[in-house]
């Protein structure tokens, strides 16, 4: 299969907006922060037309029933399957005629996923380097036959990671600028 990437849609922001107006009426838990995150949530940056929301709680919950419930009247289906993949993350899609539209992460804002997210997305931006190269490199691995999308998104896992090298040693250099007591 190939990865189609589109030009950035100006309209992604305000579709995720939308979606989010619709999803967090009556949601379940409490004391959610939402993000964009994504390509599509970077302007500029060609990406798989597919809006990330990222909903934050303090601590994912043992029991999902109610957020499942919840989800699925608005067409999103619980990929319980990728919880061993990322156990900090609680994985959720919604398809319209089999293509996928929109993708939930529901996670603890105090996680390191959280963090890992946002400071990409942050970092993609605010540097246009960074920003170009990864949208080269999505574009040169978007030429090749893939198996599945999720193969396609392996491959970006050497990029994401040295960027999250780069977070982690920023953590612990601003820890250490702080005497221990």
């Known amino acids: 299969?190939?990865?189609?990437?589109?030009?950035?849609?100006?309209?992604?922001?305000?579709?995720?907006?939308?979606e989010v107006?619709?999803?967090?009426?009556?949601?379940?838990?409490q004391d959610t922060v939402v993000e964009h995150v994504g390509s599509t949530s970077v302007a500029g940056i060609k990406a798989k037309p597919v809006i990330d929301i990222m909903v934050g709680v303090p601590?994912?919950?043992?029991?999902l029933t109610g957020v499942i419930d919840?989800?699925?009247?608005f067409g999103y289906q619980?990929?319980?399957r990728y919880n061993l993949v990322i156990p900090e993350r609680r994985f959720f899609q919604k398809d319209q005629n089999e293509i996928r539209t929109h993708q939930i992460h529901l996670t603890s804002f105090y996680s390191d996923f959280w963090d890992k997210l946002l400071f990409f997305r942050n970092l993609l931006r605010e540097d246009a380097e960074t920003r170009q190269l990864y949208e080269e490199l999505k574009?040169?691995?978007?030429?090749?036959s893939w198996n599945s999308v999720n193969d396609y998104a392996s491959a970006k896992n050497e990029f994401i990671e040295d960027i999250d090298r780069r977070r982690k040693a920023l953590k612990v250099n601003k820890q250490s600028k702080f005497p221990q007591h």
Request: aromatic fraction near 12%; glycine fraction near 2%; avoid cysteine.
């Open 1 to 18: 299969m190939r990865i189609a990437l589109s030009d950035y849609n100006p309209d992604w922001p305000k579709m995720f907006k939308q």
């Open 21 to 29: 107006s619709i999803i967090m009426q009556g949601f379940p838990l």
């Open 59 to 63: 601590s994912l919950p043992e029991d």
């Open 70 to 73: 919840h989800l699925k009247i």
């Open 78 to 80: 619980y990929m319980e």
């Open 139 to 144: 574009l040169h691995l978007a030429e090749r």
